[in-house]
T-cell receptor, first 114, second 112 residues
Framework: NAGVMQNPRHLVRRRGQEARLRCSPMKGHSHVYWYRQLPEEGLKFMVYLQKENIIDESGMPKERFSAEFPKEGPSILRIQQVVRGDSAAYFC????????????FGPGTRLTVT | KNQVEQSPQSLIILEGKNCTLQCNYTVSPFSNLRWYKQDTGRGPVSLTIMTFSENTKSNGRYTATLDADTKQSSLHITASQLSDSASYICVVRVRGNNRLAFGKGNQVVVIP
């Protein structure tokens, strides 16, 4: 049973470009969470999704950031017109039900904006 | 102010020695508390999870304690190994919603 998969593991973008981060949850998991980790900082919640639904996006910046979890395929975190401050590690976690149960984390995508 | 504070921020210990990491939280209402281990360049991996009715839980050489009255938790590492070098993150779940509050982590370095 493969764990949570994220790709790419490393992504370099120039300012103004778009970044797309993908997350495939563990088999049988229908809940996905995205977190951002800045250097020397703890993980910060961004968004919680179930299949085809955004449940809680209160941690998402209001502009440039969007997330989806379609019926088929991975969850996508999309950052438009990236800026240097978007450079961070982005982690995805999944759980079989709501987060009363344990969340399993992926290896993360390290985004560098030049 | 962060709702989950961890100390010490970083720690260097000799292989074979024990160490204790501290976590204080102000999250309320409280549902559960988890300790994760995060190796450099990797995602966090769960070590323990405790509800407020549990005051100790072990996972191999890792033992977590919880005092829900004082809102404090500790993670004790026994007979440390080089592979214990990592960041240890305290995470508190808020009861009634899906939010998790993360500490910044205790950075542990085990040296031979």
């Amino acid at each position: 049973n493969a764990g949570v998969m994220q790709n790419p593991r490393h992504l370099v973008r120039r300012r103004g470009q778009e970044a797309r981060l993908r997350c495939s949850p563990m088999k049988g998991h229908s809940h996905v969470y995205w977190y951002r980790q800045l250097p020397e900082e703890g993980l910060k919640f961004m968004v919680y999704l179930q299949k085809e639904n955004i449940i809680d996006e209160s941690g998402m910046p209001k502009e440039r950031f969007s997330a989806e979890f379609p019926k088929e395929g991975p969850s996508i975190l999309r950052i438009q017109q990236v800026v240097r401050g978007d450079s961070a590690a982005y982690f995805c976690a999944s759980s079989p039900g709501d987060s009363f149960r344990e969340q399993y984390f992926g290896p993360g995508t390290r985004l560098t904006v030049t | 102010k962060n709702q989950v504070e961890q100390s010490p921020q970083s720690l260097i210990i000799l292989e074979g020695k024990n160490c204790t990491l501290q976590c204080n939280y102000t999250v309320s209402p409280f549902s559960n508390l988890r300790w994760y281990k995060q190796d450099t360049g990797r995602g966090p991996v769960s070590l323990t999870i405790m509800t407020f009715s549990e005051n100790t839980k072990s996972n191999g050489r890792y033992t977590a304690t919880l005092d829900a009255d004082t809102k404090q938790s500790s993670l004790h590492i026994t007979a440390s190994q080089l592979s214990d070098s990592a960041s240890y993150i305290c995470v508190v779940r808020v009861r009634g919603n899906n939010r998790l509050a993360f500490g910044k982590g205790n950075q542990v370095v085990v040296i031979p």
